[in-house]
């Protein structure tokens, strides 16, 4: 069984994002060790991209600023790979597909394996695209995250058949970005996902309150939060790590 | 010419989220049906004709001829067509196939403001909702167009985000769809995009190849030996070049904006700059640096100025079909200037670029040549712009 699997089954999750270099590098890092010291069972770590289109405007204002601040895939992995001598829990990478594309696939998967990440979200990959990078993430053991969107109707099942590490369910429509109330019909979506795959799936897009955290986490596995953190980030930015903290303490204790 | 996939060659694709796959899918699937039905074929020939203004002219420039010297150059009056620009084509084709399928609201992006007249023209026409994304940088090269836009009922959103111009409102309005795609279609505006739009697109704009080739064979006799066309995304260059694609004598050269030039940074010429890619739904040649970023390009053209080309130009580019050259901001301001001088026909200064490469082509070559310029717009659009950089104080 591979490491996200084991660390997502028979709990509920809480899964931390951010964006790496925002506002730099070590302050990346220091939020990361926070998350985890207060109980994130797996991080997400964005490689920032110029043209995110599937986030809203906080994360890409994240994306922004990291990149101003001079971050490079590269960058990225040499935090990655100075963060896992400290930290066990699973990483996952969140980018755009032309990221590993022109990094060159087999030499980005390959770092990925060398560095210790596990996962890789692309959400401009959809299923139909994923033969793109399933073969190499495969050779590497590089889990290549499936969504599962609002307007997934009949896709659900073909998507969860075939999901590797965890499947990803966006909770509404849009892109990303806190809202106050998510009207998706989950437990739906969720119960088809179950009768086709025993894969952990975790919800994301929207959440940002411990009471929201509270009740996704009752509907799936684990509970995704990215621009509640982000938003942290660009009020405190270097001392954003000990908000940061706290904040993912008081959502772990929410879903626990 | 292309798979069941979308792929031209190893371009094309549908790199999108997942929750725009169901909408792309059953965009395809509505597209199949009506694009061989009767009834939706006739009403689509009323308005590209009645409407719209079709066919469009294949004039003899024969001022321009003569002062070149060489081939014999015919210009497609693109510019004469309904709102002004080939746009037009694409979008009543789009706006009837939304309607058919039930949507209500049509959502596009604009450069230039060309596509985004066309869609709010065609919105206005049909009882259609219409927003319009537009970079804030465009919406102020571009006021009058905003205007026009305004005036058609539509609203334009003008996006702060990234290089503020036509890749960011690309991105705004494939955002705009993933939250609201019930009632919402996204009329794309060039030959780009995740399939299908490529091929519906081109499909819509290959009108102007199919006239071109009766015109000429009517006028002449005989096919041209080049068709020449500007390209950014690439719509009315793949309009000009589909009928003539199987007739391998005729040269299709597409013309890039080369900004200051290709060997500076300010440049939007993808093909000659760019590499393979992933970007806005589809795998193609982009402007971008090592590590995948897209470049923030320029051009004088607010229509030409993207870092991407679409899938099937990088294809003909690769089997060596077509060609792409680049033209400079200061070339295609001498051809803006030539044409309305020479002819008396002011272009849009997307369309000034192909005629720009027509004055460097024309004179080597024999007089019983004939090469088509499609003047994909009018430049009534540019002419503030234009003699600012002529260093005029001029503002709308």
Redesign the interface.
């Known amino acids: 069984m591979n490491k996200i699997y084991e660390a997502l089954k028979n709990k509920k999750a809480f899964i931390p994002f951010i964006t790496c270099g925002d506002p730099d590098v070590a302050t990346t890092k220091a939020a990361i060790l926070e998350m985890v010291k207060n109980g994130a069972d797996l991080v997400e770590i964005g490689i920032p991209?110029?043209?995110p289109?599937?986030e809203?405007?906080v994360i890409?204002g994240a994306n922004?600023r990291a990149?101003e601040g001079g971050i490079?895939?590269?960058k990225v992995f040499d935090m990655v790979a100075d963060l896992r001598k400290e930290v066990t829990v699973p990483l996952v990478f969140m980018t755009?597909?032309?990221?590993?594309?022109?990094?060159g696939p087999e030499k980005f998967f390959a770092k990925c394996k060398e560095i210790g990440i596990d996962g890789i979200i692309l959400?401009?990959?959809?299923?139909?695209?994923r033969n793109?990078f399933l073969d190499i993430s495969e050779k590497y053991n590089i889990d290549l995250i499936?969504?599962?969107?609002?307007?997934?109707?009949?896709?659900i099942a073909m998507?969860a058949k075939e999901a590797k590490g965890f499947l990803y369910i966006?909770s509404s429509?849009?892109?990303t970005g806190t809202r106050s109330e998510i009207t998706t019909d989950l437990n739906s979506i969720v119960k088809i996902v179950r009768e086709n795959t025993d894969i952990p799936c975790a919800i994301g897009f929207g959440i940002s309150t411990p009471e929201q955290a509270k009740e996704m986490s009752q509907i799936a596995d684990g509970v995704i939060v990215g621009s509640a953190i982000i938003k942290l980030l660009k009020q405190y930015k270097t001392k954003a790590p000990s908000y940061i903290g706290a904040y993912v303490k008081e959502m772990k204790d929410a879903i626990l | 010419m292309t798979d069941i996939k979308g792929r031209f060659g190893v371009h094309g694709g549908q790199y999108i989220p997942e929750t725009l796959m169901n909408a792309v899918i059953e965009l395809e699937k509505a597209y199949n049906h009506y694009k061989n039905d009767p009834e939706f074929n006739k009403e689509l020939n009323y308005l590209l004709n009645d409407y719209a203004g079709r066919p469009s002219k294949l004039y003899f420039a024969k001022k321009m001829t003569e002062d070149l010297g060489g081939a014999k150059i015919y210009l497609k009056r693109e510019d004469l067509t309904h709102t002004g620009a080939h746009k037009i084509n694409n979008v009543l084709g789009q706006a009837l196939l939304a309607k058919k399928m039930g949507k209500t609201r049509l959502i596009a992006e604009t450069g230039a403001g060309q596509h985004g007249v066309a869609t709010a023209t065609a919105a206005a026409l049909m009882g259609m909702e219409c927003v319009v994304f537009m970079g804030e940088e465009d919406t102020i090269r571009q006021a009058l167009n905003v205007y026009k836009m305004r005036l058609l009922g539509a609203t334009v959103i003008p996006v702060t985000s990234g290089t503020k111009t036509l890749k960011d409102a690309v991105s705004e309005a494939m955002r705009e769809w993933t939250s609201r795609i019930d009632d919402t279609h996204y009329c794309l505006g060039s030959v780009m995009g995740p399939h299908p739009f490529p091929t519906i697109v081109r499909d819509f704009q290959a009108v102007i190849s199919k006239e071109i080739k009766e015109q000429i064979l009517e006028k002449e006799g005989k096919l041209p030996d080049a068709v020449l066309a500007c390209v950014g995304g690439g719509s009315n260059a793949i309009g000009s070049f589909y009928n003539f694609i199987e007739d391998k004598d005729v040269a299709l050269i597409g013309c890039e904006a080369a900004g200051k030039g290709i060997h500076t940074f300010e440049t939007a010429a993808t093909i000659n700059t760019g590499k393979l890619g992933i970007f806005h739904g589809m795998k193609s040649y982009f402007c971008q640096d090592e590590y995948g970023q897209i470049a923030p390009v320029y051009s004088i053209s607010a229509g030409l100025d993207y870092p991407g080309v679409g899938p099937e130009h990088s294809y003909l580019h690769d089997i060596k079909r077509a060609s792409y050259v680049p033209i400079t901001d200061d070339e295609s301001v001498e051809a803006f200037e030539y044409l309305s001088k020479m002819e008396g026909i002011i272009p849009a200064i997307e369309s000034a670029h192909a005629v720009a490469h027509a004055m460097k082509i024309a004179p080597n070559m024999n007089k019983d040549q004939i090469i088509v310029i499609t003047i994909s717009g009018r430049g009534d659009k540019d002419c503030a712009a234009i003699a600012r950089y002529k260093g005029e104080d001029l503002h709308e």
Do not use: K, M, W
């Open positions: 991209f110029s043209d289109t599937a809203g405007v890409q922004i990149l490079t895939t590269d755009y597909a032309n990221v590993v594309f022109s990094y959400p401009d990959i959809p299923f139909e695209e793109e499936s969504l599962i969107a609002p307007t997934s109707d009949d896709r998507i966006v429509l849009g892109v």
